[in-house]
């Protein structure tokens, strides 16, 4: 089985950066694609960055610029650094990440429990 750790939500003021981590460990063989998500109150679940195996990275339009994905392959983890962080950045923020258990097999998805983010002042 596969577990993700998320870590680096908390309250932050307007401006400012936060680095938000998920770690992947478990029964790993590698690690194809590693998203990040959020989901505000009230609103749907949104995708805010990708990033695939070969570090090609994506982006919604409302983080461009302003936000960075990253991953560490040696230890299955991927990195959000956010910046110039703005009130409506506020929602809980999930990693996802698609992991091959084994030789020939298919990536499965696999979900952390979500951090909080709240921009305030």
């Known amino acids: 089985q596969v577990q993700l750790v998320e870590s680096g939500g908390r309250l932050v003021q307007p401006g400012e950066s936060l680095r938000l981590s998920c770690a992947a460990s478990?029964?790993?063989?590698?690690?194809?694609?590693m998203y990040w998500y959020r989901q505000a109150p009230g609103k749907q679940r949104e995708l805010v960055a990708a990033?695939?195996?070969?570090?090609?990275?994506t982006y919604a339009s409302s983080v461009k610029g302003r936000f960075t994905i990253s991953r560490d392959n040696a230890k299955n983890t991927v990195y959000l650094q956010m910046n110039s962080l703005k009130p409506e950045d506020t929602a809980v923020y999930y990693c996802?990440?698609?992991?091959?258990?084994?030789?020939?097999?298919?990536?499965?998805?696999?979900w952390g429990q979500g951090t909080q983010v709240t921009v305030s002042s």
């Open positions: 990033i695939s195996s070969g570090e090609r990275t």
């Open positions: 478990g029964s790993i063989f590698n690690i194809a694609a």
């Open positions: 996802n990440v698609a992991v091959v258990l084994r030789v020939g097999s298919g990536p499965q998805s696999y």
